[in-house]
């Protein structure tokens, strides 16, 4: 019988696709702890995880992002925020990315949460920094 490495070659369950769902949930985890009003955020923390030029597309929208500009981004939506939490449902996966269906909830420092089901897209670089972070969110109020 052959071992689970060798299953998952034959089944065409490769290192890339492994390696691109646990770029993927490192990058939540880096959510988790950055995006806190109370995080500190520099751009260098930025890069650990994105690449320096990237593509954000929120709800149908495209933006070319950079270092610099995702940081004075994020710096904006985290004013307010306590926390992030994501519950992953469903992952896909192949050699070019990760779509993850998510339930998120945000809590804020005034003691609002928001809830959302979300499909997250992304894709990394060379370098196993995000390159396209492609996601659909919908509010659960």
């Given amino acids: 019988m052959a071992s689970n490495g060798s299953i998952n070659t034959i089944l065409g369950m490769g290192t ?13 985890d880096w959510n988790r702890a950055h995006l806190r009003h109370d ?4 751009e260098t ?6 690449g320096e030029d990237f593509i954000v597309e929120p709800n149908g929208r495209h933006y070319r992002a950079d270092v610099a ?5 994020l710096n904006g939506m985290r004013a307010t ?17 990760v779509v993850l269906d998510m339930a998120v909830q945000i809590a804020h420092t005034d003691g609002r ?8 897209l992304m894709h990394f670089d060379a370098k196993d920094k995000v390159s396209l972070w492609k ?3 919908l509010s659960r109020a």
Avoid: P, S, W
């Avoid at 926390?83 to 990315?97: K, L």
């Fill in 135 to 137: 996601e659909t969110y």
């Fill in 39 to 42: 995080a500190l955020l520099t």
């Fill in 81 to 97: 925020m306590a926390g992030i939490e994501y519950r992953v449902i469903h992952t896909v996966a192949d050699d070019d990315g």
């Fill in 69 to 73: 500009n995702y940081l004075e981004f």
């Fill in 16 to 28: 890339k696709r492994e390696r691109n769902i646990q770029l993927a949930h490192a990058v939540l």
């Fill in 113 to 120: 949460r928001e809830d959302f089901i979300a499909m997250l």
């Fill in 45 to 50: 923390q930025v890069r650990q995880c994105f």
